[in-house]
């Protein structure tokens, strides 16, 4: 990361060197160098931007002969700017930025304290205690391209009132250096949360899922939550849907409320959140969380506000249940980072509690049903409860896509089965299609799937494509790949040696009428034209069966692939699973594909509806008096 070696020289040469001409070529001899040994750090990964901070300030402030300045970087989860370096040393709060702002700072390399741009005046009007302690006299927006990443602010210069041109590119230099680190760092700070994130999910994931009393299983979501998130608080309050409330079931640590300011009776704590919370010192925490349970997103309260457990952050995300609904909140607070200050909670935070808190629906849902059963204290009474929930996660109707219909059938060949489908719209007016079939029968398998769709919905709702809006095919095919590994490793954790899934997943374009599909190891749909020519998708084209191998045997045996499909009026897929092919009659013979074929050649010019009571007819009638071999699934998709 070495500075450009010609406009310096360049303007070395064709501006008036100081009296001091030596010393100040070896200040800027040094102060590449030590940028080098900046940049040789930041791609090692042996450090981050944060921890280098103050020697890029210090480097800047040498060359520049200035005593004061600070470095504010960006965080977009919170939208505000934090001092991370800072000289002389002293605390600043958060600054906050607002939307219209990034498009100034993004204009100008180089602003005057004096003379800001309209459009930034009232952000400098924020900063103004920072800006007064240092003396700020400039700022230097640090950006790469697009992208807003921070500011530089500098005080007055020594011996001088302005800048010399040679000076300026110097800056330009150094402030592009610190841009290039800064979006370096946070490149990999990002891979290596991501990677913490799914080995952590991993982990606590079986963890919880395992317990089967609701107040053990409420007290480890909790430690779990604390411990992921570096958190020193955290508390776990569930919905009263009847009486529309949050109520406080678990706090760590125990005596977590009892430091909120003017907490009387706290830890029998009711937050109603139809309408105005009653505690009226913690008004902005109980307002965050009432927006959570009611609107379904994470919330935040940042560092300073007084929160309800008297901390000083606080994050909570929903709990979500398998029917969709909103089961409580999962709140932690003050992270600590190491030294022990308290800092605020990152975009990385965010994603990661809430994907736990997908997991802790699943295993608080679990516990509680578990205990319904232990109480009823009837083996047939539990597993009646869970049939019901193995029901609530397959969609009871399916929804309207735009010059499509979609059927399905779901039917278990016992009490809970192992079998998946669901019809997934995304924010962006695309679709998600998935079918998969776990191995085995039983709760395990129940589970396991369980676990497959709380990760798949996961993963949909924070990709790219959900951010975005369309992806190029390219793009989509690489986030589609990314996807079954990053379920693979889940599935993987969380089951045993015997437990894997097959699993088919199709991302719908309604405008483009481009099917991008991939196959894990599952029976390949069936795609009939309606000049009646057929054929199988990802048959040749798609990867093993999900949590069968860890990811880095999955690379050297077989690495995920999607292929394209267009389109086209009068088309039909048939997904479906082994239940259907495997079918038995009293002869032993099996169903088989050819079967499925003709059947689905025979009824291509129903409507969805209709080609799946069709095909669902077929087999029964094949299948006669003998008994149901497997759980049986079928996904009807037809083009208008």
Known sequence: MKAPSKPLGASLQTHKMPSTAEQTMERLIFSLSELEHLGSALISGYSHFNPLSQTYLRIALGTLQIRRGAILRYHPTGHHLDVVAVTPEAPFSPIRVESDEFAAFLQHAFIAHTAPPDALQPFFARCAKLSETLEIQFWIPLKIQDEFLGLIGLGKLLARDVLETWEKELLTTLAHQMSIGLAYSQLVESIQSEKFRLFMLAESAPQICQLLQPEEAAEQVVHQAVSLLDANAGALLLTDTDQQHLELRYAFPENLLEKGAGQANTHGLVIAYDEAASVSEASTSVEVLTSVVKEGIPGHCLPECDTLFGGKNLMAVPIPGRAGDILGILVVGDKEERGGRITAFTDEDVILLDSFAKQAGVALENAQLHQEALEARQLQAE??????????????????????????????????????????????????????????????????????????????????????????????????????????????????????????????????????????????????????????????????????????????????????????????????????????????????????????????????????????????????????????????????
Not at 384 to 390: F, G
Not at 494 to 523: C, M, Q, R, V, W
Not at 549 to 569: C, G, K, W
Not at 633 to 639: A, N, P, Q, Y
Request: net charge negative.
């Open 383 to 640: 597993m009646e409860e869970a049939r019901k929930i193995q029901v609530n996660l397959i969609p009871e109707t399916l929804p309207d896509i735009p010059g499509y219909e979609v059927a399905g059938h779901y039917e278990p060949r016992g009490p809970v089965g192992g079998d998946y489908y669901d019809c997934i719209p995304l924010p962006t007016g695309q679709w998600g299609l998935a079918i998969a079939d776990v191995s085995g029968k039983g709760m395990q398998a129940a589970l396991l799937m369980a676990t497959l769709r709380a990760g798949l919905l996961s993963e949909l709702s924070r990709a790219e494509s959900a951010k975005q809006g369309t992806l190029n095919l390219s793009a989509l095919y690489a986030e589609i790949t990314n996807m079954a590994m990053i379920l693979n490793s889940l599935l993987y954790a969380s089951g045993t040696a015997e437990k894997y899934a097959t699993f088919f997943y199709s991302h719908l374009n309604p405008e483009t009428d481009i099917l991008t599909t991939l196959n894990a190891g599952h029976n390949p749909p069936l795609l009939i034209r309606k000049d009646g020519t057929y054929k199988w998708l990802g048959e040749d084209v798609g990867g093993i069966p999900l949590g069968m191998f860890p990811n880095d045997m999955v690379l050297s045996i077989a690495e995920y692939e999607a292929e394209h499909i267009q389109l086209r009026s009068g088309d039909v897929v048939v997904y479906y699973t082994d239940g259907v092919t495997e079918t038995v009659n009293i002869d032993d013979d099996y169903y088989e594909e050819e079967r499925l074929v003709e059947a689905s050649i025979a009824c291509k010019d129903e409507n969805a509806e209709g080609i799946r009571a069709s095909l669902h007819k077929a087999v029964m009638d094949f299948q006669g008096e003998a008994d149901q071999f497997d759980d049986l699934t079928l996904l009807i998709l037809t083009k208008k």
